[in-house]
């Protein structure tokens, strides 16, 4: 069990050290404005009240479900989340209030930051208001987050990383909290195997990441039941298009309507 949590934690380690090399190492912190922000943007767990379209072999066909429908039958759910992905996304609140993005894993400045470190199993749907021209993508899935709530000291400190944030605080060069949200599993296992972090430290830091390997494992557990959230979102617009105007755009589309769209496009096969 010891070697399995050991070889889980070096696993977690590549994983965010290679997001953080493939977004782009800026020696400059550069933050951004959401409206240009182009990379998918965290927000809070959110229930996705759409219907989808998923494969059903008794009939053959492609049928319009509610996540919820799809949720009861647990192999299909998992079918549903095809992708998996672990990510880092620094959010930076500047002198005035406002709010900036980015992915660069060092500060240009002393300041505000929240750093969210996302491990994820989903789906990315549409997403689309039909009275504007605010479209974008949603990450639909389970998973767990990671959010330390920081102000640093100094300016140039490599804070989109777990060792880095540790090796900060350690030195006094940062203080803050943090927290780690299961997102979208349940089961009892879960929910005692949830550590309570509160202040940054690399024993908080060492224990978040012990929880988060144990976790991860239970996706597929039979005890264990998936209800997908919205975990991010993507703006495809032009101009000011934010991620709530985004979230507004995602309605209930009457099923009557879905069915004759899915209608008219069998009868183009």
């Not at 959110?46 to 492609?62: G, R, T």
């Amino acid at each position: 069990m010891r070697k399995f949590i050991i070889v889980s934690l070096l696993l977690f380690f590549s994983l965010f050290s290679f997001s953080q090399k493939n977004k782009g190492d800026n020696p400059l912190g550069t933050f951004i404005l959401e409206k240009q922000f182009k990379d998918y943007v965290p927000v809070s767990p959110l229930d996705y009240e759409d219907y989808v379209s998923v494969y059903n072999p008794d009939s053959n066909k492609f049928v319009w479900k509610m996540i919820p429908e799809i949720a009861i039958e647990k192999d299909k759910m998992v079918k549903f989340l095809p992708n998996e992905a672990v990510y880092v996304t620094v959010r930076k609140i500047d002198a005035s209030g406002g709010i900036n993005w980015g992915v660069s894993s060092v500060t240009a400045e002393k300041g505000s930051y929240t750093v969210i470190m996302d491990y994820c199993k989903f789906t990315t749907l549409k997403a689309y208001e039909n009275d504007s021209l605010c479209i974008g993508f949603t990450k639909v899935g389970v998973g767990l987050r990671i959010t330390a709530n920081i102000e640093t000291a100094k300016a140039g400190l490599n804070i989109g990383s777990l060792f880095g944030l540790g090796i900060a605080a350690q030195g006094g060069k940062l203080t803050g909290t943090m927290s780690i949200d299961v997102i979208g599993m349940e089961s009892k296992q879960i929910t005692d195997l949830l550590p309570l972090p509160s202040e940054i430290s690399p024993a908080s830091i060492q224990n978040c990441l012990q929880a988060m390997a144990a976790i991860k494992t239970k996706i597929y557990d039979a005890d264990t039941r998936l209800f997908p959230q919205i975990v991010a979102v993507k703006s495809s617009s032009d101009g000011n298009c934010s991620a709530l105007d985004i979230l507004k755009g995602i309605n209930k589309t009457p099923i009557q309507q879905l069915q004759q769209q899915q209608q008219q496009i069998q009868q183009k096969l």
